[in-house]
């Protein structure tokens, strides 16, 4: 009875959790694009990271007590850090002042589909028949974005923006497919602290010499929104996700957060504005309906490493 008790206990806390994950990444997206007003790209991702660094300092000394980074889990710090929250964040946000922030999410969301793919050619994985049938089917609802019917190939700027944040998806699916194939000494979340001081280390050069002094409209807009990144959107979605990922199997997991692309369009329509196209209601479909496909099934479909 005890352990029924605890075991329901975990997984309520464990969908709370993975609740609380979806509704901050899906609504990042929309703040990061009108934080472009107040800011240019490259410095609003810095002071993010920045503040979700300390936030995740607070909460490792508060909850789980600082682990300082072992040398076997360095290789896939660094990775994470130069791949995801670098690599990837850079090119999103800079593809941010020209694509939607719904279809910005969509896009960058194609990360769980190259994944299985990057597995394959270099973790020698099996790629199973659901996985092929998960990248078929994302692959059509790509299709269906860049159709040339409602798709400008002569925009630069969009194809441009787009690009990047396929490119940025790779990279993510990049970092996911190193994480796979490293042998742990830490946990994923005793490292977040340190990959957010580094990142910060590396965004704050890298925005001064791209952009130059920070020239940022500080008010009580810009700087409400930019916490929101920082803290709920990044240091406590970092640690939401930990939580969810230790107290629910990870099927459901990756399940729910299929639905962060969703939760973006629609706050993105209620905040921005932003009307979302039925040629994007249809990719999403497609890729989403892909993604599910190819990490569910039963375990003896799960690709061996």
Same mark, same amino acid.
């Given at each position: 009875?005890i352990?029924?008790?605890?075991?329901?206990?975990?997984?309520?806390?464990?969908?709370?959790s993975?609740?609380?994950?979806?509704?901050?990444?899906?609504?990042?997206?929309?703040?990061?694009?009108?934080?472009?007003?107040?800011?240019?790209?490259?410095?609003s991702?810095?002071?993010?990271?920045?503040?979700?660094a300390?936030?995740?300092?607070a909460?490792s000394?508060?909850?789980?007590?600082?682990?300082?980074?072992?040398?076997g889990?360095g290789?896939?710090?660094?990775s994470?850090v130069?791949?995801?929250?670098?690599?990837?964040?850079?090119?999103?946000q800079?593809?941010l002042?020209?694509?939607?922030?719904?279809?910005?999410?969509?896009?960058?969301?194609?990360?769980v589909?190259?994944a299985? +793919?990057? %597995?394959? =050619?270099? &973790?020698h #994985?099996?790629? $199973?028949?659901?996985?092929?049938v998960?990248?078929? *089917?994302?692959?059509?609802?790509?299709?269906?974005?860049?159709?040339?019917?409602?798709?400008?190939w002569?925009?630069?700027?969009?194809?441009a923006?787009?690009?990047?944040?396929?490119?940025?998806?790779m990279?993510?699916?990049a970092?996911?497919v190193?994480?796979r194939?490293?042998?742990?000494?830490?946990?994923p979340?005793?490292?977040?602290?340190?990959?957010?001081?580094?990142?910060?280390?590396?965004?704050?050069?890298?925005?001064?010499?791209?952009?130059?002094?920070?020239n940022?409209?500080?008010?009580?807009?810009?700087?409400?929104m930019?916490?929101y990144?920082?803290?709920?959107g990044?240091?406590l979605?970092?640690?939401?996700?930990?939580?969810?990922?230790?107290?629910?199997?990870?099927?459901?997991?990756?399940?729910?957060?299929?639905?962060?692309?969703?939760?973006?369009? +629609?706050? %993105?329509? =209620?905040? &921005?504005? #932003?009307?979302? $196209?039925?040629?994007l209601?249809?990719?999403l479909? *497609?890729i989403?309906?892909?993604m599910?496909?190819?990490?569910?099934?039963?375990?003896?479909?799960?690709?061996?490493?």
């Amino acid at each position: 009875m005890i352990e029924a008790l605890s075991a329901t206990k975990r997984n309520t806390r464990g969908l709370i959790s993975l609740v609380v994950v979806v509704l901050a990444w899906g609504s990042l997206w929309p703040v990061n694009k009108a934080l472009l007003a107040y800011m240019p790209p490259i410095w609003s991702i810095a002071l993010r990271t920045c503040i979700s660094a300390v936030t995740l300092f607070a909460i490792s000394l508060t909850v789980t007590g600082t682990v300082i980074p072992r040398r076997g889990d360095g290789p896939v710090l660094v990775s994470m850090v130069l791949l995801h929250m670098v690599g990837f964040t850079i090119l999103s946000q800079l593809a941010l002042q020209v694509v939607p922030a719904g279809q910005s999410t969509v896009l960058a969301y194609t990360s769980v589909l190259w994944a299985p +793919l990057g %597995a394959a =050619l270099f &973790l020698h #994985e099996r790629l $199973t028949w659901r996985r092929t049938v998960g990248l078929g *089917l994302g692959i059509l609802g790509l299709m269906a974005i860049f159709n040339p019917v409602t798709f400008d190939w002569r925009d630069r700027g969009a194809v441009a923006g787009n690009g990047a944040l396929l490119l940025g998806a790779m990279l993510w699916a990049a970092s996911i497919v190193h994480n796979r194939s490293h042998r742990w000494c830490s946990t994923p979340f005793q490292l977040a602290p340190w990959q957010a001081l580094l990142a910060a280390a590396i965004l704050l050069p890298s925005a001064t010499l791209c952009e130059g002094p920070p020239n940022i409209a500080w008010n009580s807009a810009s700087i409400a929104m930019l916490l929101y990144a920082g803290i709920p959107g990044t240091a406590l979605a970092y640690w939401a996700a930990a939580v969810s990922s230790s107290e629910l199997p990870a099927a459901t997991t990756s399940l729910g957060l299929l639905a962060t692309p969703a939760i973006s369009i +629609l706050v %993105a329509l =209620l905040v &921005l504005g #932003e009307q979302p $196209t039925l040629t994007l209601m249809l990719a999403l479909a *497609l890729i989403l309906v892909g993604m599910a496909v190819g990490i569910s099934g039963p375990a003896a479909d799960a690709p061996r490493r």
